[in-house]
């Protein structure tokens, strides 16, 4: 089951900052969160993990609440060619010690012109 | 660096038939995972090799089984193919088990 909520669909403006929500409430204190899109059908694309302190990368900004209950992924100035469906994962520890990428359903985001 | 390669990229089959997909990882890459996606069920893992052996494995039957070889290449079979097989099969390589996953672009089959 996933471990993650995440609203289906986001509008953006290009240009604008795309701010993308995620609650994965049940986490663990030893479970990452990990952000991938995938634009139409091709294979997700990694974008950014944390574990508990924000990140930042060249892609993006990964805002983690204190609590680790939420995060929020950043795109500072979204193009068109950002428009992709995001997924939120939590990279769970299964009882026998190996992890899992549990994916969701994801955010279809739309950047608009 | 060369990213995952998954070949064919497009297969059709047909019931009953059995399918061989291959998955050769990023160069230095020790660990594979294989995934399903379908617009129903979303994308689903399948399982993880990491040093030719099964760490991992999902909640898929028996008809569904993968390896991996000495150079880390990775394939997986589905016998007797049903025609909700029909999905996006997606592979991802990772330096180590617990770190982070790069995908390919998917092998596209259709059971007809």
């Known amino acids: 089951d996933a471990k993650t909520t995440q609203p289906p669909s986001m509008d953006c403006a290009e240009g604008r900052a795309a701010n993308l929500p995620c609650n994965h409430s049940t986490i663990s204190g030893n479970e990452y969160v990990y952000w991938y899109r995938q634009i139409h059908s091709q294979g997700p694309q990694y974008i950014i993990h944390g574990l508990k302190n924000n990140e930042t990368n060249e892609m993006a900004s990964l805002i983690i609440t204190e609590d680790r209950k939420s995060s929020t992924l950043i795109l500072p100035h979204a193009t068109l060619r950002d428009t992709a469906v995001y997924y939120c994962?939590?990279?769970?520890?299964?009882?026998?010690?190996?992890?899992?990428?549990?994916f969701g359903t994801g955010t279809r985001l739309k950047v608009l012109a | 660096k060369a990213g995952v390669t998954q070949t064919p990229r497009y297969l059709i089959k047909t019931r009953g038939q059995q399918v061989t997909l291959s998955c050769s990882p990023i160069s230095g890459h020790r660990s594979v995972s294989w995934y399903q996606q379908t617009p129903g069920q979303g994308l689903q893992f399948l399982f993880e090799?990491?040093?030719?052996?099964?760490?991992n494995k999902g909640n898929f039957p028996g008809r569904f089984s993968g390896r991996q070889f000495s150079n880390s290449r990775s394939e997986m079979n589905v016998s007797t193919l049903e025609l909700g097989d029909s999905a996006l099969y997606l592979c991802a390589s990772s330096p180590g088990l617990q770190e982070t996953q790069y995908f390919g672009p998917g092998t596209r089959l259709l059971v007809l």
């Open positions: 994962i939590v990279r769970v520890l299964e009882t026998s010690g190996t992890y899992k990428y549990i």
């Open positions: 090799y990491f040093s030719e052996t099964q760490r």
